[in-house]
């Protein structure tokens, strides 16, 4: 018999080591939840709304999130209740961390565990699952977490472009073996998770460039590139000639000194990564922003919590990445990335941009807390 699709619980994934931090931002800003049970990298939490699959949540640490079905003892209890699930279900095992980021030991392959789950339900449960891994909008996306010795927890969430469509809040692209820094990883994620409509030949100006792992991703999607920093490129990136004659141009200054003489008349897109406090780089971001004001079409701000207390300080950020030109900024952890967040969103030239870009159709709302639809 089919299930009632609602539960009392959200069950959210986030980095591990982030736990404390999450719980602390729910209790100040998502009213109606109180925690629940809790793993590393995995929280539950109890809501005064009922949850649905299309309950949805805007929590900057989450790398996902849905409606929980609980714990299940073995995957003999888990095939028993997905039997009791509606079909076409999609399936995202994922695993949670085992270690907190840059601890694992090389020889460490994270997913095995979930890789090995995955394998026995699709066995265990023929054509009950969609093909791939991906979620299309609107489908019903079957969450399955693991974790060695842990219980197995399930959830539903029906996917929206809020989400990763990929499983565990992850997202897929190609990482080149010559990457020369975990930077190329944290934009490609930026540009999937904030839906940025770039476009070859677009001019991005990046604060915080060396070595060069962001420049080396833009350049690949045929962006032009201005790095401003005192430290020296990759010289790979420097000869690199990307899509349509993208190359780079190193300003080797601190951005302090950078004046609006220095620039192009064009700047497309604002990027920051650089080890300051993040009221300080914002308040560099903005002066920075005022000069590209014309032609900006949005920014992604990559800001180092070195307390994780700075998570407490997301709203106050978000009136800052405001005041810097973007209409609808949001905040959200990556996978790639450590102990920091970015701040992401689009001018209202970028807005203009990205509604052509889909034909007419606006960007998909982003709810701010917590609705049971
Ligand atoms: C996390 S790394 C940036 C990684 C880079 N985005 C990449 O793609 O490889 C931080 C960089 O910020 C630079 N930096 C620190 N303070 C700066 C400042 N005031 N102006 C410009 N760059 C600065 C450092 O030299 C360092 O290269």
């Not at 909008?137 to 809020?162: C, N, Q, Y």
């Amino acid at each position: 018999m089919p299930l009632n699709l609602r539960s009392d619980f959200f069950f959210v994934l986030c980095q591990r080591g982030a736990e404390a931090a999450l719980k602390r931002y729910v209790e100040r800003y998502v009213p109606g939840l109180r925690p629940g049970y809790q793993r590393p990298g995995l929280l539950t939490f109890r809501s005064a709304q009922t949850v649905l699959p299309e309950s949805t949540l805007d929590i900057p640490l989450a790398r996902t999130f849905g409606m929980s079905l609980g714990t299940h003892a073995d995957l003999a209890a888990v095939i028993a209740r997905i039997a009791e699930l509606p079909l076409p279900l999609r399936l995202h095992v994922s695993e949670c961390e085992l270690f907190r980021p840059g601890e694992a030991p090389l020889s460490h392959h994270a997913g095995e565990l979930a890789r090995q789950t995955e394998a026995a339900l699709q066995a265990a449960l023929p054509n009950q699952f969609l093909e791939g891994r991906q979620a299309q909008p609107g489908e019903l996306v079957l969450d399955v977490v693991v974790a060695p010795g842990d219980p197995i927890l399930l959830g539903l969430h029906r996917h929206t472009p809020v989400q990763s469509p990929h499983p565990g809040g992850t997202y897929v692209y190609e990482v080149p073996q010559d990457a020369p820094s975990r930077a190329f990883r944290k934009v490609e994620e930026a540009i999937l998770a904030f839906e940025l409509p770039l476009r070859a030949g677009d001019v991005a100006l990046e604060l915080g460039a060396a070595p060069g792992g962001t420049a080396y991703a833009l350049l690949r999607h045929g962006v032009h590139v201005i790095g401003v920093d005192p430290a020296a490129m990759d010289p790979q990136v420097l000869a690199f000639v990307g899509p349509g004659s993208a190359r780079l141009t190193h300003l080797p200054i601190a951005l302090g000194a950078l004046t609006q003489a220095m620039l192009p008349a064009r700047i497309d897109w604002l990027l920051l990564d650089v080890h300051l406090a993040p009221q300080v780089a914002l308040r560099a971001a903005r002066r920075v922003a005022a000069m590209c004001r014309r032609s900006l079409l949005g920014a992604v701000l990559t800001l180092k919590l070195n307390d994780w207390a700075f998570v407490d300080k997301v709203p106050r950020f978000l009136d800052e990445a405001r005041a810097l030109g973007l209409r609808e900024p949001h905040a959200r952890q990556l996978p790639a990335h450590r102990q920091e967040l970015a701040i992401a969103g689009l001018t209202a030239l970028g807005e203009q941009r990205r509604k052509n870009l889909l034909g007419g159709s606006t960007s998909p709302a982003r709810r701010v807390t917590v609705s049971s639809l």
